[in-house]
């Protein structure tokens, strides 16, 4: 069974930084196609960025400039750095993986294991 965790949220000024972590146990990392995804309260769940050794990287164009997503596979840890953060990134974020590479990556539909989520506040 995977599991995963994630770490490194906090409070923030408008134009921060902050870089969460997703450390993974229980399978086969390397193989796995990773995302990261946030929820605002009163909103549904809205896809990130995702990453994998076979697609590479891609971006909401909400965050694309201003995020990157990164893995080290010898960790096991998927990491999703932040700049210039706004009032509007404020949310809930949770890190995703999958086996599946079949499918569209910003489907929360697509991912089998989730972290728990660590909140991210951004004030202006």
Request: charged letters at 20%; aromatic letters at 12%.
């Amino acid at each position: 069974q995977v599991q995963l965790v994630d770490a490194g949220g906090g409070l923030v000024q408008a134009g921060g930084s902050l870089r969460l972590s997703c450390a993974a146990s229980g399978g086969t990392f390397s193989t796995y196609r990773m995302g990261w995804f946030r929820q605002a309260p009163g909103k549904e769940r809205e896809f990130v960025a995702t990453i994998s050794s076979t697609y590479g990287t891609y971006y909401a164009d909400s965050v694309k400039g201003r995020f990157t997503i990164s893995r080290d596979n010898a960790k096991n840890t998927v990491y999703l750095q932040m700049n210039s953060l706004k009032s509007e990134d404020t949310a809930v974020y949770y890190c995703a993986g999958t086996r599946r590479y079949a499918g569209n990556p910003r489907e929360v539909s697509l991912y089998d294991y989730w972290g728990q989520g660590t909140q991210v506040t951004v004030s202006s």
